[in-house]
């Protein structure tokens, strides 16, 4: 174990009194006789400290210029020893090896020492002549003793022998070797011996120093002293000496001390602790201080005499341990190297005037580290073909920690003092610039950190964070600028751990002096988390002194009179039975006026209330039932957690003192639902202890504060949502929507019997949408969507479902208008995002028109108006949700018309706003593995128009939608439009119109399939080309033998311009032989080389392509004849024009007759396709535009 160094005026006692092996030595105070008048250490620069004069010191003849540099020199050459001069064990007689004794001349000695074998050994070491010694102290030479059990010998070599040498140098060489120099018995006596043994410098000595083993053998006294530069360890084994086996190592040069012996006998083994003598020249030895000290006390000098102004403010010295950061952190917690510094300093900074302070830093290394990510992070053809950053699997995991290299030329480091205190542990206040490289005796960094994280930065970055905890000794001069601006530091920890422990009946010039220090801090420096801490020590200790106006004192500079809590229940009620009511009385009253928080106050009157009971005393009684009023009167901030004493004492004093003073307070609080809801179901559960005079007063305040709660209750109310993270900069904390505080102050309204006030709710939240006064984030459709169906419900679990049908309907209308809305920005100006009416949302609008008021609600909130900025997919699927919803069979008579004007403003609607340019054909894409275009052809879209016009009972409609198919779209031409669009649909619309029993004969269908016809063959048939080479020729073109002369005479044959042969260089080279014979014509061949085989690009020109595309051309317009039936049938359809018609699709050289506006010919009157509903065609109204 290592013992703690103290200066010289100070005596420590290491008595070892546990009895268990290993235990270490503790510390105790010797007899008065023994120690210095006054323990500088207790009372570290006390007020009589600032009293002593300062010895006048001569100027130093060649004092030091670097102070820094020669202050470290001087630690380094003189303390850096870290062990300890005497180290002592006991141990438990059962621990030990019995050493069998045998002295020659006497036999085997029995362990425990006997008194008669006390005496013979005395006998066997004079032979007889006791005349000479008067000591009392006699001894045998090691040639006569002789141990039976050889376990011993091992015992002291191994165990106890090296135990004792590791706790003397943590740092030796080698293990030393124990040699039996004597054995030494005291008898009583009064004498008192003393022992010192030279330090030998010589390079031949190999002695360490002595090793000393106590026998059991009972004794009294013999107290034994070590001293070694300054310090002095007391050591006392009589406790159960007879039971235990104790041992003692010092260095040479420790002189021993060890008085006479009260009674019995003290039988030790004394050996030499020798170092081996191929490491001699390593053998541990004691330091010499008297010159370290001595350079430090001409280093400190100097610095005092300095007048050059180049001298440090201040100095910091590395402490070589580590120690934590506690409340009874001291000098006296330092050890080893530490413990000797402050041991010799202490004493020159007394004499010099110095200060000297402990500091507790904490120093942060930030090292940037990398990586390489042998990943390939480029962009190329990834997965699947798509162009893009190319992943691998491995990609998305972290590379490890251990291939990440540290840029020590980029690290930063910060250092932070985060406590200073002084050599007595109290902790003071003062601003310490300091740095690593400013600390003298070593740097921070060198030794292991204490703590060691990792932190990604992204897959190739980090920063390694390395945290090191360490403690410095600083020193300055008394009366510099740095000492003035010392203050007192938090002593909240220091001051509260040392009352706590004291048990002193009144209290010492120190614990008043804390207590100050303490009551200062609360007053000025207020730390919340620690004020019940001292308000509990300080009432402790004031109990225990019996100071009443230090109590006051205390808990008025820490805020009890504001906050009751600080001393708790109990405290106030054990302040009472300590001091009485009459000293306590004004503070009690102050801390419950003073007090903000009436639960607090409550809670404390309930307390003393009860206290007053239990103790018999009627003035507190009485003091208490006042107090009850006046909290009533004045409340302060209430809460939903006080409404249980607030109805208790309320409720005791009837409905009028509710209404005429409790709820003005209450109302004028601005309290929401989340109080006023729990409040009154509190005063519903407790109508049974009002008196039967105040039920109609109550009833009457139950309306008053519902009316209230409605009035308080935002149009679209939100709550904060906190972060699950326990740390703000994971997740912050977030808003959302409360839709429910709406529902549960509805269903408030309806239990209470004030239905009414729902009307006041549903007006407030359409007041609030048309204003805009609502979170951007949550706009109104998503309350009504949460509320309609809740509320909905709920109404059907009422006994009135009626009157709320009549209260609600404008409620329900609002949702169908709020649900139908596109608006994308409010009516302040702010981004909103509308309801995507899925549906979800539309069964939701649905449900909400039932209670509105059915089809008519629907037709009365949906119109162009309202639903402008729908596409047609959405309207059409808002109106197939009508006509399942509302089967049209279904409804009273009366509102078929309403019906069938909703179904027919709907669908108009979504016809106009059908997006004409998804008739443009798309343009295919291609990737390496998959073909990617459009689902749905123009002829997909048309028809499915067409479908839904029938499906929903609107074919009238039809003659409008195909009016709005004939236009070409923006981007495109009346050619393409022809020709890829209306043509390729008619066979479509025709089959479509064979299922429903109609064919296109029928108008409008007739005249738009003439139209399509007309345009077909003027617009898209030219006059037929002739042709340039015959085909016969052609098919001549090419081997009989090869796979790719077929595909190129297919080729030459058709209306295609271009193909491609991806072939290696042979069949190349075969292909242009075959196509020499009609290069005349403008055929090319193009090699591309890009690509393994090449690629053979064939270019045909126009005069070859022209005959093949009016071919298709013309079986495309024969299709579309077809298409409306037999011959007959065509002239029937075509009229006039079937003649001009036929011959261009066929190929005759007649000249076309013009042809008519598509447009015009559609409009015309023709008979119609009768109706599956017949009245749904006889409305007798304008078509709508």
């Known amino acids: 174990m290592e013992f703690l160094p103290h200066p010289i005026t100070e005596v420590i006692d290491l008595v070892d009194d546990s009895g268990d092996e290993g235990a270490g030595i503790q510390n105790s105070r010797v007899s008065a006789s023994q120690v210095a008048p006054e323990n500088s250490f207790s009372d570290f620069e006390s007020d009589e400290d600032e009293d002593e004069k300062e010895l006048d010191q001569k100027p130093l003849i060649s004092p030091s210029t670097d102070i820094k540099g020669d202050f470290g020199a001087a630690l380094e050459e003189g303390f850096d020893f870290d062990g300890v001069f005497a180290f002592s064990q006991r141990y438990e007689i059962g621990v030990t090896p019995n050493p069998c004794l045998d002295i020659e001349g006497l036999g085997t000695v029995g362990i425990p020492l006997s008194e008669r074998d006390a005496r013979a050994i005395i006998t066997a070491s004079f032979d007889g002549d006791t005349t000479t010694n008067t000591t009392g102290t006699w001894e045998i030479p090691a040639e006569k003793i002789h141990f039976a059990n050889p376990a011993w010998d091992n015992w002291i070599q191994k165990t106890t022998g090296l135990a004792a040498f590791t706790a003397l140098t943590a740092y030796a060489a080698a293990n030393p070797s124990f040699a039996l120099k004597k054995l030494v018995i005291h008898e009583t006596s009064s004498h008192t011996t003393h022992y010192k043994e030279p330090i030998d410098d010589d390079e031949s000595n190999t002695k360490i120093g002595d090793f000393i083993v106590i026998l059991p053998a009972t004794f009294e006294g013999a107290q034994l002293l070590l001293r070694h530069a300054g310090q002095i360890k007391s050591l006392n084994f009589a406790h159960q000496s007879g039971l235990s086996t104790s041992v003692i190592a010092a260095y040479s040069g420790v002189e021993h001390t060890l008085s006479g012996i009260a009674s019995g006998y003290r039988l030790s083994l004394v050996y030499d602790m020798v170092q081996p003598i191929t490491q001699a020249g390593y053998r541990p030895v004691l330091p010499e201080m008297q010159g370290a000290t001595q350079k430090l006390h001409n280093i400190m000098l100097s610095w005092k005499q300095d007048t050059s102004g180049t001298a440090p403010q201040f100095l910091a010295c590395l402490l070589q341990h580590k120690y934590a950061k506690t409340p009874n952190f001291s000098a006296k917690s330092l050890t080893g190297a530490d413990a000797l510094l402050v041991s010799h300093l202490y004493p020159l900074a007394r004499q010099l005037k110095f200060r000297i302070y402990l500091a507790h830093i904490t120093v942060t290394e930030s090292i940037p580290c990398e990586a390489e990510d042998y990943g390939y992070g480029g962009y190329g053809y990834g997965g699947y073909g798509r162009w893009g950053r190319r992943r691998y699997?491995?990609?998305?995991?972290?590379?490890?920690?251990?291939?990440?290299?540290?840029?020590?030329?980029?690290?930063?480091?910060?250092?932070?003092?985060?406590?200073?205190?002084?050599?007595?542990?109290?902790?003071?206040?003062?601003?310490?610039?300091?740095?690593?490289?400013?600390?003298?005796?070593?740097?921070?960094?060198?030794?292991?950190?204490?703590?060691?994280?990792?932190?990604?930065?992204?897959?190739?970055?980090?920063?390694?964070?390395?945290?090191?905890?360490?403690?410095?000794?600083v020193i300055w001069p008394k009366g510099s600028a740095k000492d003035l601006g010392v203050s007192v530091g938090d002593v909240y920890d220091y001051a509260c751990n040392a009352l706590k422990n004291s048990l002193t009946v009144s209290p010492t010039k120190k614990e008043k002096k804390l207590v100050d220090q303490l009551v200062e801090c609360c007053r000025t420096r207020r730390q919340e988390p620690k004020l019940r801490q001292v308000v509990q020590v300080l009432r402790e200790s004031a109990d225990r002194w019996n100071d009443v106006q230090m109590l006051l004192r205390a808990v008025k500079a820490c805020?009890?009179?504001?906050?009751?809590?600080?001393?708790?229940?109990?405290?106030?009620?054990?302040?009472?039975?300590?001091?009485?009511?009459?000293?306590?009385?004004?503070?009690?009253?102050?801390?419950?006026?003073?007090?903000?928080?009436?639960?607090?106050?409550?809670?404390l009157l309930a307390r003393l209330t009860q206290m007053a009971v239990d103790e018999e005393d009627a003035e507190v009684s009485a003091w208490c039932k006042d107090q009850g009023d006046c909290i009533l009167r004045s409340l302060s901030k209430i809460d939903a957690a006080q409404i249980p004493w607030l109805t208790d004492l309320g409720l005791a004093r009837g409905g009028e003192f509710l209404r005429d003073v409790i709820f003005p307070q209450l109302h004028a609080q601005k309290l929401d639902k989340t109080f006023w809801i729990p409040f009154i179901r509190q005063i519903q559960l407790r109508m049974a202890d009002i008196p039967s005079t105040s039920a109609t007063v109550v009833q009457g305040l139950i309306v008053q504060c519902v009316t209230e709660t409605v009035r308080?209750?935002?149009?679209?109310?939100?709550?904060?949502?906190?972060?699950?993270?326990?740390?703000?900069?994971?997740?912050?904390?977030?808003?959302?929507?409360?839709?429910?505080?709406?529902?549960?102050?509805?269903?408030?309204?309806?239990?209470?019997?004030?239905?009414?006030?729902?009307?006041?709710?549903?007006?407030?939240?359409?007041?609030?949408?048309?204003?805009?006064?609502?979170?951007?984030?949550?706009?109104?459709?998503?309350?009504?969507?949460?509320?309609?169906?809740?509320?909905?419900?709920?109404?059907?679990?009422?006994?009135?479902p009626n009157t709320l049908d009549i209260i609600f309907r404008p409620f329900f209308l609002d949702v169908i208008t709020s649900l139908a809305s596109t608006a994308r920005v409010s009516p302040t100006g702010n981004p909103i995002t509308p309801c995507p009416l899925n549906d979800s949302h539309k069964l939701i609008m649905m449900s909400a028109a039932r209670k509105a008021g059915g089809i008519?609600?629907?037709?009365?909130?949906?119109?162009?108006?309202?639903?402008?900025?729908?596409?047609?997919?959405?309207?059409?699927?808002?109106?197939?949700?009508?006509?399942?919803?509302?089967?049209?069979?279904?409804?009273?008579?009366?509102?078929?018309?309403?019906?069938?004007?909703?179904?027919?403003?709907l669908v108009r609607t979504a016809i106009d706003t059908f997006d004409t340019s998804s008739l443009i054909p798309p343009l295919p894409t291609h990737t390496a593995y998959y073909y990617t275009g459009s689902r749905l052809s123009p002829s997909d879209h048309m028809i499915r128009l067409i479908q839904f016009c029938f499906e929903v009972g609107a074919q009238s409609q039809c003659q409008r939608l195909l009016l709005r198919f004939v236009p070409p779209p923006a981007s495109s031409t009346v050619v393409d439009h022809v020709s890829k669009v209306l043509a390729p649909f008619l066979p479509v619309l025709q089959r479509y119109l064979v299922s429903q029993r109609l064919d296109l004969q029928t108008e409008p269908y007739k005249k738009f399939a003439a139209a399509v016809i007309k345009s077909f063959a003027e617009k898209v048939m030219a006059q037929k080309p002739s042709e340039v080479i015959p085909a016969a020729q052609l098919q001549a073109i090419g081997c009989q033998g090869c796979a790719e002369c077929p595909q190129l005479r297919a080729f030459l044959l058709s209306d295609k311009p271009t193909i491609s042969f991806s072939r290696v260089q042979g069949i190349r080279t075969h292909l242009e032989r075959q196509l020499n014979a009609i290069r005349w014509l403008g055929v090319t061949c193009e090699t591309i080389r890009h690509g393994s085989p090449h690629t053979l690009k064939i270019t045909k020109p126009a005069s070859m392509t022209a005959l093949g595309l009016w071919n298709a051309n013309s079986q495309t317009g024969k299709t579309l004849l077809g298409a409306l039936g037999d011959p007959a049938t065509q002239m029937r359809v075509l009229g006039a024009d079937h003649s001009w018609v036929h011959a261009r699709i066929h190929g005759s050289p007649s000249v076309p007759l013009p042809l008519a506006n598509a447009n015009q010919n559609l409009t015309a009157q023709k008979r119609t396709a009768p109706d599956v509903q017949p009245g749904f065609m006889a409305v007798s109204k304008k078509p709508r535009q």
């Not at 009890?560 to 009485?580: H, P, T």
């Open 393 to 473: 699997e491995y990609d998305d995991d972290d590379i490890d920690e251990a291939e990440f290299e540290e840029r020590h030329g980029d690290r930063e480091e910060t250092l932070i003092v985060t406590q200073v205190v002084s050599l007595n542990g109290l902790p003071v206040g003062v601003n310490l610039d300091l740095a690593d490289g400013d600390l003298l005796n070593g740097s921070v960094t060198t030794d292991d950190p204490d703590d060691d994280e990792f932190e990604r930065d992204d897959r190739t970055t980090a920063t390694r964070i390395k945290t090191y905890n360490r403690t410095v000794l």
């Open 559 to 603: 805020g009890v009179d504001k906050n009751s809590e600080l001393m708790g229940l109990e405290g106030f009620v054990s302040a009472y039975q300590a001091f009485g009511w009459d000293a306590l009385k004004d503070f009690y009253t102050d801390a419950m006026t003073n007090d903000e928080s009436n639960a607090r106050r409550h809670a």
């Open 856 to 905: 008519s609600a629907l037709q009365q909130r949906l119109n162009a108006t309202t639903l402008k900025g729908h596409d047609s997919t959405a309207l059409q699927a808002l109106v197939r949700s009508i006509v399942k919803e509302f089967p049209r069979q279904q409804l009273a008579p009366g509102a078929t018309q309403a019906y069938d004007d909703l179904v027919i403003t």
């Open 712 to 800: 308080t209750l935002p149009a679209f109310p939100t709550k904060v949502v906190k972060s699950p993270y326990p740390y703000p900069g994971l997740a912050a904390d977030r808003e959302e929507k409360d839709s429910g505080a709406t529902l549960e102050v509805i269903k408030l309204c309806i239990d209470t019997k004030n239905e009414a006030l729902c009307g006041e709710i549903s007006t407030k939240m359409r007041d609030a949408a048309s204003r805009g006064t609502y979170s951007s984030q949550f706009p109104p459709w998503l309350y009504y969507t949460e509320l309609s169906p809740a509320l909905i419900l709920y109404m059907q679990s009422v006994a009135t």
